[in-house]
Every structure is written in structure tokens, then in C-alpha cells.
């Protein structure tokens, strides 16, 4: 009698394992698809927010139930004429200016100016006490509803906003993204351990006014 009810849990746990199993792998693809995503950083236009092979965590949710706000570290399906790639490819970089923001480079500080405001970018990239400018020429544009002006932190190592302005011959519908081909938004650094952070908002974008 003991041994019969001994066996029936064993058995019943075998039986159940695939189930489990099943469910464990269908919420970890739901959580991939529609929640949470990891990405690793290939190139070098984040520095030194984010390094080459750093792995970012991206939150897919927050942009259905909201737009992306000015300092927010974004993962985005690049157009085809930012990657050349007709298969689509992700690109990250910060979010400078959004629907209907005019933006200008630069002021006597040599700073970018948001909606008359002046912003200090202290997460641009440095090295041996010499710092990228904020932008390698002069422009001013007005970013058009539903899409976004993006800029690397690696302001001159990256393919972005600024670079595409001028390729395109100042057209800003080709030099912005439109905020549905946004993945979501990079919250923190998880690796390498040693570099994890958060990916927060720097507090000198709270004083940009609205357009």
C-alpha cells in the first residue's frame, strides 16, 4: 500500500513535465513578443552610454500606451535608407526631439536649442578630456507629428538624424522616424554585470518646454 502511493505522485509529476514544460516555454515567447527584449549593441554610436557588446534590456509595452519622451533611450526598425538592409534592422539611440519639437544647432555654447531652450548633454561622448560637438554643422529643423529626431550620444561615430538630414538634402521626413517603428524603450545595461545601470532620463530635459 505504501509503495502504490508512493509511485502515483512520480507518475503523475512525468505526466505533468511536458505541460509545465510547455507552458514555462509559451510565456517566455509571450514575454519576448510583446513585454521584454534583449539587444546587444554592435557598434560604437552609443559610447559611452553604451558600449560595443553591451546587452540592453527593452521594454515593448510602455509605447502602446504612450508616446516616446525626449531623453529616452530607444530601440527602432530603421528605414531601409538608415541600414540598407531590405530584411529591416534595429538601431538604438537617444530621442532628441519629438512631433512638432524645433530643434537648432547650436547656440553661443555651442549647445542644441529645444523650443528655445538650451540643453547640456552631459552623456555625449569624451575621451582624454576632448568631447564630441553636440552636432558637426548648423541646422534647424522642425520634426513633423508622429515621428522622432535621434542622435547617437557618439554624436561622431553615428548614423542618425543629424547624418540622414544631410544626406537626404534637408529632407526631414527621411531624416526622422516614425514613433510606430519603435521596438520599445532601453531601460538598463544587465551585462556585462560589471557596466549594469539603469538607462534613465537625464534631468536636463525636464526643463524643455512644449513646442
Known amino acids: 500500500m505504501i509503495d502504490e502511493q508512493t509511485d502515483k505522485p512520480r507518475s503523475s509529476f512525468w505526466k505533468e513535465l511536458p505541460i509545465l514544460l510547455g507552458v514555462a516555454i509559451l510565456v517566455a515567447v509571450l514575454v519576448r513578443a510583446f513585454v521584454l527584449q534583449t539587444f546587444f549593441i554592435p557598434s560604437p554610436s552609443m559610447e559611452n552610454t553604451l558600449k560595443i557588446d553591451d546587452r540592453v534590456l527593452v521594454n ?23 541600414s540598407g538592409n531590405p530584411d529591416g534592422e534595429d538601431f538604438i539611440k ?11 544647432c547650436c547656440d553661443e555654447q555651442e549647445r ?3 523650443n528655445g531652450r538650451s540643453l547640456d548633454e552631459p552623456y555625449i561622448f569624451s575621451m582624454d578630456g576632448i568631447r564630441d560637438k553636440p552636432a558637426d554643422q548648423e541646422f534647424d529643423i522642425t ?22 538630414w544631410q544626406q537626404s538634402g534637408q529632407n526631414i521626413t527621411e ?13 538598463t545595461v544587465f551585462w556585462p554585470v560589471n557596466r549594469a545601470t539603469w538607462l534613465t532620463v537625464p534631468d536636463q530635459f525636464d526643463g ?4
Not at 525626449?70 to 527602432?76: A, H, K, Q
Not at 537617444?94 to 537648432?104: K, L, T
Request: proline residues 8%.
Open 112 to 114: 542644441l536649442v529645444i
Open 60 to 82: 515593448k509595452l510602455v509605447y502602446d500606451f504612450r508616446s516616446p519622451h525626449r531623453g529616452e533611450v530607444i530601440v527602432f526598425k530603421a528605414p531601409i535608407e538608415w
Open 208 to 211: 524643455i518646454p512644449k513646442p
Open 94 to 104: 537617444r530621442v532628441i526631439g519629438v512631433g512638432g519639437d524645433h530643434v537648432v
Open 175 to 187: 531624416a526622422t522616424i516614425p514613433e510606430d517603428e519603435v521596438v520599445g524603450r532601453a531601460f
Open 143 to 164: 520634426v513633423p507629428k508622429g515621428r522622432l529626431w535621434v542622435m547617437g550620444d557618439h554624436r561622431s561615430a553615428s548614423g542618425d538624424s543629424l547624418e540622414h
